[in-house]
């Protein structure tokens, strides 16, 4: 088939209505005295053209702008040869009006379908994705039960192996319970909190599990207003991302620093780094890639979904930047910061005792 007929056979019912409103505005020009039936036949049969093809918004207005001139100029000579007034022409931007109005409510009703197709399809991916996740431990799990059961005696590597899988087990539900919650109406219990708390809290949690050269430091003295457990928990993941990404003395700095009506929580590596490619995707859920460089599938799981789920949830947004074999940062971008008005401290304000924290150097916000 040439292209041509390909073309024919695609916009067949374009053409066949082009010819019919050609045909009525010869009409509507050569009879004068019967304008108004030829006049509403061309517009009555675009609306009814537009309701069946729905037509890309460009294309929609084009079409509208044609037939607009089109019947100006027919009417516009009917108007100079026969009784009517020049009040005939009213009818023209009337009916383009119209029109408009219909192809708006379709636009929204697109829109409006476009995102339950979205919608589910995201659902159909956690529910795939979470099935995925979970049933590899539970096979193990599964298996080594039926070892203990049929065995004579409990192994001591089997139980091992057992709680693990019931800890990845259960880690995963976690994450997945916070995903969808933080995706939830109004999920969010906001309170006053303080930044500086915030990171004191997580140098007393993290300094202790991992051997890395730690900083902690927050420049932001005010509140915040946000939810104190889900931003933890935000923090958490990205600390818990930093430790992974490094070895045994590798520098990780959490800081925190106030820009206008923002909180920004900084964690920094001097890890691998992620290559450039990568960076688009860390947010995902679940992803993987080859890195052909490295020789290594990099993988996503639920920790980097739901910092982003997180900070979405808190009207905030949250930026990486990487490079490979230097390190890695996350930020957090938290709305809701209110600077102290007074001489007071944060924590002198919410009632709060100062945390001790270890002796750090002066605050670096770029990649080392």
């Known amino acids: 088939m040439s292209a041509t007929a390909s073309w024919i056979r695609k916009y067949w019912l374009e053409l066949l209505w082009g010819l019919f409103a050609a045909v009525n505005l010869v009409v509507l020009m050569g009879l004068v005295a019967f304008e108004t039936v030829p006049f509403h036949f061309v517009w ?21 702008l044609g037939v607009c001139v089109a019947t ?21 931007p009337l009916m383009g009006a119209m029109f408009l109005a219909m192809v708006w409510h379709t636009e929204r009703r697109r829109a409006a379908v476009e995102d339950v197709r979205r919608a589910a399809e995201r659902e159909h991916a956690f529910v795939r994705d979470a099935s995925h996740q979970l049933r590899t431990p539970i096979t ?26 019931l800890s990845r087990l259960s880690t995963v539900a976690e994450g997945l319970l916070i995903l969808a919650s933080t995706q939830e109406f109004d999920s969010l219990v906001r309170t ?15 300094t202790v599990s991992a051997e890395r050269q730690w900083r902690f430091e927050c420049d932001a003295a005010g509140t915040l207003s946000a939810d104190r457990l889900r931003l933890d928990s935000a923090l958490d993941a990205l600390i818990e991302n930093a430790v992974q990404a490094t070895e045994t003395g590798g520098r990780i700095s959490v800081l925190c620093r106030a820009e206008g009506g923002y909180a920004v929580l900084e964690v920094s590596d001097s890890g691998i780094g992620i290559p450039e490619q990568f960076l688009p995707r860390v947010f995902d859920r679940f992803w993987s890639m080859r890195d052909v460089d490295a020789g290594v599938t990099r993988r996503t799981g639920l ?11 808190h009207g905030g947004s949250v930026a990486v930047k990487s ?30 005792k100062p945390a001790k924290m270890p002796e750090t150097a002066s605050r670096q916000r770029e990649l080392v």
């Open 44 to 64: 009555v049969s675009l609306t009814l053209v537009y309701g069946y093809r729905m037509w890309q918004l460009r294309s929609t207005l084009y079409t509208l």
């Open 72 to 92: 100006a100029f027919a009417l516009g000579w009917v108007v100079t040869r026969g009784p009517q007034g020049v009040d005939e022409l009213t009818e023209v």
């Open 140 to 165: 193990i799990a599964r298996a080594h039960a039926e070892l203990l059961r049929n065995g004579s005696g409990p192994s001591h590597d089997d139980l091992n192996i057992l709680t693990e899988e």
């Open 192 to 206: 006053t909190i303080d930044p500086t708390d915030v990171i004191d809290c997580a140098g007393r949690r993290w």
């Open 303 to 313: 920790g980097l979904a739901i910092v982003k789920a997180i900070v979405e949830a």
């Open 323 to 352: 490079v490979v074999g230097v390190g890695t940062m996350f930020s957090m971008w938290i709305p809701g910061f209110e600077a102290l008005t007074s001489a007071r401290s944060s924590r002198e304000l919410l009632g709060r």
